[in-house]
């Protein structure tokens, strides 16, 4: 296991610069994950961890030790990737041992690691077997056992569920975070799916335009987020945000009365942020909080809740209504969001002004 840190990583490819001097410390043993859009940095960033990009500026330290100039062989990390790269004319465990090609061990102590590394993985009926004979979390694993075969310091994980159908990826997620937690092997893993990152990592790193945005656990991203952005990406249905002014300590909301609020000291335009799940359809009015009027403009039933698309203004917000409750399109409803459920950010720089 080891300790990675990036001390003003930057990338450049050309005259342009993907990433902008980052700097992040991943703690042995941790599970951190890289979010963004295309293109934000995130596996550029993760290939010049594994060293597979060349680094342009700054320092990497894994161990404690800089490798900016080491071979990927060097640094004793292995990287798991989005299209598995598995061999097919090779058998599972052919493939599982593929990285030990090179290895002083002996024959006996190969095949040990082969063995126990399927069995570790549930593979161990399948090891002579081919590729096309598996199923696609089947050959995840396959790729993730050449990988861990080698008893590499960190693992590095580049998308490996984008090719999973939606069940496969929720079973594959709670087998690498159980993986995790047997092995205690620090892991970076790089995804576009805020629901991954929610669910399996110890640390996030928001990313965007190759510069990290917000640095925390699921917890306190999804809680306490420092900007907009980072607001609207973590989090399904994402949060709405309703244009909006403080002015001599009242919060105007077209559309929308707002009662019993404790606001932030801040004059100007504001930009009030209400997660789905706390904007509730409701048949009264309540006392406190925020409340709005408007017409249904499409629903989503989902079972155990509804969602349900309401116009404010102009402006159009998801809100939650119980699952048997499917309002009519083109009828009105009344929402509501309890006292401590907003966010506020500045409308200009978009950075977070603090909930209300």
């Given at each position: 296991?080891a300790k990675i840190?990036?001390?003003?990583l930057v990338?450049d490819y050309?005259?342009?610069?993907?990433?902008h001097?980052?700097?992040?410390?991943?703690?042995?043993?941790?599970?951190?994950?890289?979010?963004?859009?295309s293109?934000c940095?995130?596996?550029t960033t993760l290939?010049?961890?594994?060293?597979?990009?060349d680094?342009?500026?700054?320092v990497l330290?894994?161990?404690?030790?800089?490798v900016?100039?080491?071979e990927?062989k060097?640094?004793n990390?292995?990287m798991?990737?989005?299209?598995y790269?598995?061999?097919?004319?090779?058998?599972v465990?052919?493939?599982i041992g593929f990285g030990?090609?090179?290895s002083?061990?002996s024959?006996?102590?190969?095949?040990?690691?082969i063995l126990?590394t399927?069995?570790?993985?549930?593979?161990e009926k399948l090891?002579?077997?081919?590729?096309a004979a598996?199923?696609?979390g089947?050959?995840?694993?396959?790729?993730i056992g050449?990988?861990?075969?080698?008893d590499?310091v960190?693992?590095?994980?580049?998308?490996?569920?984008?090719n999973?159908?939606?069940?496969?990826r929720?079973?594959m997620r709670?087998?690498i975070?159980?993986?995790h937690r047997r092995?205690?092997?620090t892991?970076?893993?790089v995804t576009?799916?805020q629901?991954?990152a929610?669910?399996m990592?110890?640390?996030?790193?928001?990313?965007r335009?190759g510069?990290?945005?917000?640095?925390?656990?699921p917890?306190d991203?999804?809680?306490?987020p420092?900007?907009v952005?980072?607001a609207?990406?973590?989090g399904s249905p994402?949060m709405?945000?309703?244009?909006?002014?403080?002015?001599?300590g009242?919060l105007?909301?077209e559309?929308?009365q707002?009662v019993?609020l404790?606001?932030p000291?801040?004059d100007?335009?504001?930009l009030?942020?209400?997660r789905p799940h706390?904007?509730?359809?409701?048949?009264e009015?309540?006392?406190?909080g925020?409340?709005a009027t408007?017409?249904?403009?499409?629903?989503e039933?989902?079972g155990?809740e509804t969602l349900?698309?309401?116009q404010i203004g102009?402006?159009q917000v998801?809100a939650?209504a119980?699952g048997?409750v499917v309002?009519a399109i083109?009828s009105?409803?009344?929402?509501?969001a309890?006292?401590g459920?907003?966010?506020?950010?500045?409308s200009a720089?978009e950075?977070?002004?603090?909930?209300?």
């Amino acid at each position: 296991m080891a300790k990675i840190e990036l001390q003003g990583l930057v990338k450049d490819y050309g005259k342009t610069r993907a990433v902008h001097g980052i700097d992040l410390t991943i703690e042995d043993g941790e599970f951190v994950v890289f979010v963004g859009p295309s293109g934000c940095g995130k596996s550029t960033t993760l290939r010049m961890i594994a060293g597979l990009e060349d680094i342009s500026g700054g320092v990497l330290l894994i161990g404690g030790e800089v490798v900016n100039q080491r071979e990927p062989k060097q640094r004793n990390i292995a990287m798991v990737f989005q299209n598995y790269a598995i061999y097919p004319h090779m058998t599972v465990g052919q493939n599982i041992g593929f990285g030990l090609y090179t290895s002083k061990l002996s024959k006996a102590e190969k095949q040990q690691r082969i063995l126990e590394t399927g069995k570790t993985l549930g593979l161990e009926k399948l090891l002579d077997r081919r590729p096309a004979a598996l199923s696609g979390g089947q050959r995840q694993r396959v790729a993730i056992g050449r990988a861990m075969v080698r008893d590499p310091v960190a693992f590095l994980f580049d998308e490996p569920l984008s090719n999973l159908d939606a069940q496969l990826r929720s079973q594959m997620r709670l087998e690498i975070k159980d993986l995790h937690r047997r092995l205690g092997t620090t892991i970076v893993y790089v995804t576009h799916d805020q629901i991954e990152a929610m669910t399996m990592a110890d640390k996030i790193v928001v990313m965007r335009d190759g510069k990290i945005l917000q640095v925390g656990t699921p917890t306190d991203l999804y809680e306490n987020p420092t900007d907009v952005f980072t607001a609207r990406f973590i989090g399904s249905p994402s949060m709405n945000m309703l244009p909006a002014t403080i002015s001599a300590g009242v919060l105007t909301v077209e559309g929308a009365q707002t009662v019993g609020l404790a606001l932030p000291a801040h004059d100007g335009g504001v930009l009030v942020g209400l997660r789905p799940h706390d904007l509730i359809v409701v048949t009264e009015a309540a006392p406190a909080g925020f409340t709005a009027t408007g017409a249904v403009a499409a629903v989503e039933p989902l079972g155990s809740e509804t969602l349900v698309h309401v116009q404010i203004g102009s402006s159009q917000v998801i809100a939650t209504a119980p699952g048997r409750v499917v309002p009519a399109i083109g009828s009105t409803v009344m929402l509501h969001a309890q006292p401590g459920s907003l966010y506020l950010f500045d409308s200009a720089s978009e950075k977070a002004l603090g909930h209300a």
